[in-house]
């Protein structure tokens, strides 16, 4: 029976292997999901065991075999993306062949992230970058279950998504395309839906819409915005959203993202990420709107990526710059000793509270400033170095 440990990513792979159903899972202290087994069902066939990839002896890929920049043509894609679009040109291609897509989906009024698929809602609900972990249930199965009628499938997750549902799998498909990205952490949905919660409290109206990714303030500046049902918006850079501003300063991450060796050595074909070091990419704007950095891990990954030619502009890089990119990308940190005070004071007080005792008054007032300086447009004009890249004037 798998041993159930710190370092745990809850990948979910043991409770989707289980001959017996004797694995469920349940939230810990801080809300992050974590397997239960329930010992008097398990009738000890070792399987779990065998599935889980912190246990495992594939260590996955470490370099690409190419590494391509590329942003969808259609700038409505790039736009309602978190990068350049990389994403919805592969989905896109499995969808065309009569395929299925597995992403997650943030239903924003159960306030939970899961594992969802395009047999049951569109694309665009799959789309974007949700800063918190995602509910995997028994999707795996569903997964499996589609491979073995024959049909193509794509999953993108977090790479230790990806891990856990190679594991459950325990060996190569040629109709699965597996897809994940550089992958600083995720945070806990009770954090997530204790902040909406609060939201909603200060803007007596139900989220109706989220976006951690909002492109308004330019590409280049991560920025969360929330649509009310009574049409009223919420939009902050990063920074100046405590939800944001804790989850970027690993206080409020899974313990396994600390030192994850999954964002490192990736079991998928393709692996994605925001492409910062854009260079000549820049040309045109595009750079504002999205790049996204796309790895082939695999010589599987390698055909998705070219047949998505059509739809994209791309170039190909040198792997092993790309390959340090995505390296400096993915950078899950040491564990900080703090991690333990920081989620306690979050789970009490809240992120507010938190990013309040994180932050100097000084530093409080920078943010303040330069969001209110990046609301105005004509002022913002004059503040290039406030405002920083990826600015749309
Ligand atoms: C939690 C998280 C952390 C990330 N950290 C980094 C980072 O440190 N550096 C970096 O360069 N890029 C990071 N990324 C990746 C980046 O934000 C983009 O998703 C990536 O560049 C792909 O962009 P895209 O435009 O091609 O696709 P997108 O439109 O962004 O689609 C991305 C895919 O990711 C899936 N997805 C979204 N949220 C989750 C989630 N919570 N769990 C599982 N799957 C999810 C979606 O379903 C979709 O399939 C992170 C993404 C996530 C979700
Ligand atoms: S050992 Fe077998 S039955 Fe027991 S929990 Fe693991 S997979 Fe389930
Ligand atoms: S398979 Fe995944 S969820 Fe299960 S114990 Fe291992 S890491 Fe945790
Ligand atoms: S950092 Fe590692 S453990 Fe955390 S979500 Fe990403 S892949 Fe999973």
Same mark, same amino acid.
């Given at each position: 029976m798998v041993k159930i440990k710190e370092e745990c990513t809850g990948c979910m792979a043991c409770r989707n292997i289980c001959p017996a159903g004797a694995i469920g899972t349940k939230r810990n202290e801080n809300g992050f999901l974590m397997p239960v087994v329930d010992s008097s069902r398990c009738m000890h066939c070792g399987?779990?065991?065998? *599935?889980?990839?912190?246990?495992? %002896?594939? =260590?996955?890929?470490?370099?690409? %075999? /190419? *590494?391509? *920049?590329?942003?969808?043509?259609s700038e409505h894609v790039v736009s309602i993306s978190s990068s350049g679009g990389a994403f919805y040109a592969l989905a896109s291609e499995v969808l065309k062949q009569g395929g299925i897509v597995f992403g997650c989906y943030l239903d924003v009024k159960k306030k939970m992230a899961y594992l969802a698929d395009t047999?049951?809602?569109?694309?665009? /609900?799959?789309?974007?970058? /949700?800063?918190?972990? =995602?509910?995997?249930?028994?999707?795996?199965?569903?997964? /499996?279950?589609?491979l073995e009628a024959g049909r193509k499938v794509l999953f993108c997750g977090t790479p230790c998504q990806a891990a856990g549902l190679s594991g459950f799998l325990g060996k190569d498909d040629e109709n699965l395309l597996l897809v994940d990205f550089a992958c600083g952490a995720v945070t806990s949905q009770t954090f997530l839906r204790d902040y909406l919660r609060g939201l909603e409290r200060r803007f007596q109206s139900k989220v109706q819409e989220v976006n951690f990714r909002d492109k308004h303030y330019g590409w280049g500046q991560y920025c969360f915005w929330a649509k009310f049902e009574n049409g009223r918006v919420y939009r902050k850079t990063a920074m100046s959203d405590p939800y944001f501003f804790c989850f970027l300063r690993s206080s409020m991450q899974r313990f396994s993202c600390h030192g994850c060796r999954f964002a490192e050595r990736h079991y998928s074909d393709v692996v994605l990420s925001d492409f910062w070091k854009c260079g000549h990419f820049l040309v045109e704007g595009n750079g504002r709107r999205g790049l996204s950095l796309a790895l082939a891990m695999t010589q599987k990954g390698q055909e998705a990526l070219e047949s998505i030619r059509g739809q994209a502009h791309m170039e190909e890089l040198d792997r092993a710059e790309a390959s340090y990119h995505l390296k400096a990308r993915s950078c899950p940190k040491d564990k900080a000793p703090e991690i333990y005070a920081h989620q306690a004071c979050a789970a009490q007080h809240g992120v507010s509270v938190l990013r309040k005792q994180l932050l100097t008054p000084r530093k409080r007032l920078y943010y303040a400033v330069r969001q209110f300086v990046m609301d105005r447009p004509k002022l913002a004009a004059h503040f290039p170095k406030l405002v920083g890249r990826g600015q749309l004037m």
């Amino acid at each position: 029976m798998v041993k159930i440990k710190e370092e745990c990513t809850g990948c979910m792979a043991c409770r989707n292997i289980c001959p017996a159903g004797a694995i469920g899972t349940k939230r810990n202290e801080n809300g992050f999901l974590m397997p239960v087994v329930d010992s008097s069902r398990c009738m000890h066939c070792g399987q779990c065991e065998e *599935a889980c990839p912190l246990e495992g %002896k594939d =260590s996955g890929r470490p370099d690409p %075999k /190419k *590494a391509y *920049a590329m942003y969808h043509l259609s700038e409505h894609v790039v736009s309602i993306s978190s990068s350049g679009g990389a994403f919805y040109a592969l989905a896109s291609e499995v969808l065309k062949q009569g395929g299925i897509v597995f992403g997650c989906y943030l239903d924003v009024k159960k306030k939970m992230a899961y594992l969802a698929d395009t047999d049951h809602m569109p694309l665009e /609900k799959l789309l974007t970058s /949700k800063y918190v972990e =995602s509910y995997i249930g028994d999707g795996y199965q569903k997964v /499996k279950r589609h491979l073995e009628a024959g049909r193509k499938v794509l999953f993108c997750g977090t790479p230790c998504q990806a891990a856990g549902l190679s594991g459950f799998l325990g060996k190569d498909d040629e109709n699965l395309l597996l897809v994940d990205f550089a992958c600083g952490a995720v945070t806990s949905q009770t954090f997530l839906r204790d902040y909406l919660r609060g939201l909603e409290r200060r803007f007596q109206s139900k989220v109706q819409e989220v976006n951690f990714r909002d492109k308004h303030y330019g590409w280049g500046q991560y920025c969360f915005w929330a649509k009310f049902e009574n049409g009223r918006v919420y939009r902050k850079t990063a920074m100046s959203d405590p939800y944001f501003f804790c989850f970027l300063r690993s206080s409020m991450q899974r313990f396994s993202c600390h030192g994850c060796r999954f964002a490192e050595r990736h079991y998928s074909d393709v692996v994605l990420s925001d492409f910062w070091k854009c260079g000549h990419f820049l040309v045109e704007g595009n750079g504002r709107r999205g790049l996204s950095l796309a790895l082939a891990m695999t010589q599987k990954g390698q055909e998705a990526l070219e047949s998505i030619r059509g739809q994209a502009h791309m170039e190909e890089l040198d792997r092993a710059e790309a390959s340090y990119h995505l390296k400096a990308r993915s950078c899950p940190k040491d564990k900080a000793p703090e991690i333990y005070a920081h989620q306690a004071c979050a789970a009490q007080h809240g992120v507010s509270v938190l990013r309040k005792q994180l932050l100097t008054p000084r530093k409080r007032l920078y943010y303040a400033v330069r969001q209110f300086v990046m609301d105005r447009p004509k002022l913002a004009a004059h503040f290039p170095k406030l405002v920083g890249r990826g600015q749309l004037m």
